[in-house]
């Protein structure tokens, strides 16, 4: 199959706000996100006890994949701008090559 | 050291058959495999309770680095073309750097 | 918001070493990093049941955020010096854009 180029956000942000960055990930224009249980330590401090790492995870990471750099963009500024001040979080882009680009 | 040009496949699909992915995975050449509990919401609905995300992961995440091209885009066609029919899920592959690569 | 060139690392590991690992991420100028629960398999065997993946996870997943490629390269390098002779694990590197370099 053909591969094509795509862009994916990551957010890592306080499992607090899980619903919240949803809601803003979608209203961007992501037709989808994967979720995982996070800890660690940031510019706030750690966020977890490390040696209950799996156990009692206080992050939270999304991943979305997109086909349009302009969402990939528009999900990271909107993510940064609405909840960082507030919240403890990092947001990052990657390049990635995706076979299907209708599924995203 | 120096560093060595690699892919990361990454799949994400249904937690009911990553016995089925990772036999697959295996068969088209990959060394080895990491696997991570996962949430989200794709083009077939939500797969886990947002709020209850670290609690009851529903999909699975598979990331997979080798040093071969032609492994990563067969491992990547293949899971497509086995399971995405049937299953939800997506896969797409990254650029990597690895250290040692006759450990991958 | 302006978008900087940044390194990702990644260590995937023995659960049992994770303040270990989490002590020389930080000696190496790191500020923050990212934990992960992980499963799998790799030149040492599998490292969880298949079934239970996401209850019993034995490896642990760091991710690694730094605008400095010399810090991730030394992380990556001396992570695999001190801990890959005797314990399983791998480390890779990757390129991602970040909105704000200060923070990291």
């Known amino acids: 199959m ?3 180029k795509a862009k994916k956000v990551v ?4 499992k607090l706000i899980t619903d919240e960055v ?8 992501a037709t989808g996100y994967t979720i995982t249980g996070a800890g660690g ?3 706030r401090g750690v966020r977890a006890a490390r040696g ?19 969402i990939a963009n528009n999900i990271s500024d909107k993510v940064a701008e ?3 001040e507030n919240y403890s979080g990092i947001t990052y882009l990657e390049d990635v090559e995706i076979l299907r680009p209708q599924k995203f």
Chains 1, 2, 3 share one sequence.
């Not at 949803?22 to 224009?29: F, I, S």
Request: glycine residues 8%.
């Open 41 to 43: 330590k940031g510019s």
């Open 11 to 14: 957010i890592i942000t306080e």
């Open 2 to 4: 053909d591969h094509h």
């Open 22 to 29: 949803a809601k803003l990930v979608e209203e961007c224009g």
């Open 82 to 84: 609405t909840f960082f």
């Open 52 to 70: 209950g790492v799996t156990d009692a995870f206080l992050n939270v990471k999304f991943e979305i994949i997109t086909a349009s750099a302009d």
